[in-house]
Structure formats: C-alpha cells, structure tokens
C-alpha cells in the first residue's frame, strides 16, 4: 500500500537516462515544480511495463512520484503529454535536442521550481522536433538568448558594454566588438581595450537583436547567409562558455563557504 502523502504529482521532461540493476532506469528529469530531479523509473526496461516508452529521453511526461528513502525518489506512475517523435526519427534533430537540455541542465538548479525554463525546454524541443531543417540553426540561437535572459545573462546588444553608450554606427573600415567578459557587444571605439573582444559584424549584431525583440516563428523567417550564422553561432558560444565558467566557478564558492563555515 502507498502512503498517499508521500505522493507528489510533477511535470516533467527526461534529459537523461541511463540503466539501474536489472530492470530499473534512472532518469535525470527537469520538472515544471521541482526544477532538476533525479528519480527512478521502477521495472521501465521490462517490456510489460506500463511505465516503459513514456521515460524515453526528450518525452514530456505527468508523472505521479513515491519518496524514496535516500536522495531518489520513485516513479509511480506515468503518462506521456508529448513524445516529440520527430526527434527520434532525425539524427540533426536529436543533436540539437540533446544540446538544448545540456544548455538547461547546465543552468537549472535542483529543488527548486522553475516553470520558465520548463516551458521554454518543452516549446523548445517542439520547435526543433517540427521546424524545417534550415531554421535548426536559428532555432537554437533563439533558444540560446531566451536562456540566457530567463537566467539572468541576457547579453548587451543594444548599447555599448563597455560604457553604456548608445552604439553608434560603424563606419565601413570599422568593427564592433563582441566581449563576453564586458557582457556583450562594444562599439568600435571601446572593442580595441578589451583583450577579449572579438569582431562582431552589423549583421550579426542585428541578428542578436532581433531574437531579442521578436517571437520565435517571426525570428525564423529570416534569411541569413552562412557566413554571418556561422559569425552568430561562435559570438553566442564564446558568450555562454564564459557565463558558465562564472557560473559553476560561483557554485564552488558558495559550495567552499558553505564547507569553511561549518568547519567554523
Ligand atoms: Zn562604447
């Protein structure tokens, strides 16, 4: 008999999963309630399980949870909301799939709720499981940039980083710069003192601000040559790899004091 108050009812998508004993799958899941958990999905790879095919990775799931004992609590039951099959059937598909919940994994926190980034994870896993191949690349720039807002990283692209200054134009022989450690974007008059800041283009600026200000399927209607996305795909790594080194390096402080302090 379960006791009904060790219950609790989530939302969740499954980012990862990997196999547990015999028969036991354990999943790593971002839930609208609960933010990242780690549960167990009892018996899902017996065939006759009714849990089995609803914690596939990627599928978006309600599932009623059992507290465990320790630190992994027990899928009890499960029904599938979506399964985004179009990221089963493409391997592109799955690749940019599989980079959009590394990119939510890396910046969800466990324990707590966050129903923005589950919502962005489950429309962005649509978009990309439904929108035609050429807009993959966009589909993830704009991914990206929400991201980064929802966590409190939106990039400057509007004024000049450096000193807040509205950017004025370049002239032809001129460059702006692109400077994670500055937060974003440098007119050309302040890109040449920062070590960091590398060239950025006024088409690929315009692309950065134009994600910022529209909706996803207005977003995706433009059309941009290779060379400014290849531009735009590099400015946005540099500028997420940077947020993250800063990030985890926090999460090692804070995890350092935490230790000192109850030494102390
Ligand atoms: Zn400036």
């Not at 933010?35 to 596939?56: D, M, P, T, Y």
């Not at 400015?235 to 350092?256: D, G, H, P, T, W």
């Amino acid at each position: 008999m379960v006791d009904r108050n060790r219950l609790y009812r989530i939302d969740a998508i499954v980012m990862h999963r990997s196999d547990m004993g015999e028969a036991d799958r354990l999943l790593t899941v971002l839930s609208r309630e609960r933010g990242k958990l780690r549960l167990n999905a009892k018996g899902a790879r017996k065939i006759k399980s009714r849990r089995a095919g609803h914690v596939e990775l990627f599928m978006r799931s309600k599932m009623l949870v059992a507290k465990g004992r320790g630190d992994i609590d027990i899928v009890s039951q499960v029904e599938t909301v979506e399964a985004y099959r179009g990221l089963r059937e493409d391997l592109t598909r799955s690749t940019y799939a599989h980079y959009v919940v590394e990119l939510i994994d890396a910046f969800a926190e466990e324990g707590s709720e966050q129903p923005e980034m589950f919502d962005l994870l489950a429309e962005g896993l649509g978009w990309i499981a439904t929108t035609a191949m050429r807009n993959l690349p966009l589909t993830a720039r704009f991914f990206e940039l929400k991201l980064l807002t929802l966590a409190g990283f939106q990039p400057q692209v509007f004024r000049c980083a450096d000193q807040g200054e509205a950017l004025k134009e370049a002239a032809a022989n001129e460059f702006y710069g692109w400077s994670p450690s500055s937060g974003g974007v440098l007119c050309p008059d302040h890109a040449p003192g920062r070590s960091d800041a590398g060239r950025l283009s006024i088409h690929a600026l315009k692309v950065l601000r134009h994600a910022l200000r529209t909706e996803y399927h207005t977003f995706t209607t433009l059309t941009i040559r290779d060379s400014v996305s290849g531009e735009v795909e590099q400015a946005m790594l540099r500028y997420i790899q940077y947020v993250l080194e800063r990030k985890v390096k926090s999460v090692e402080f804070l995890n350092l004091l935490r230790r000192e302090n109850a030494v102390i």
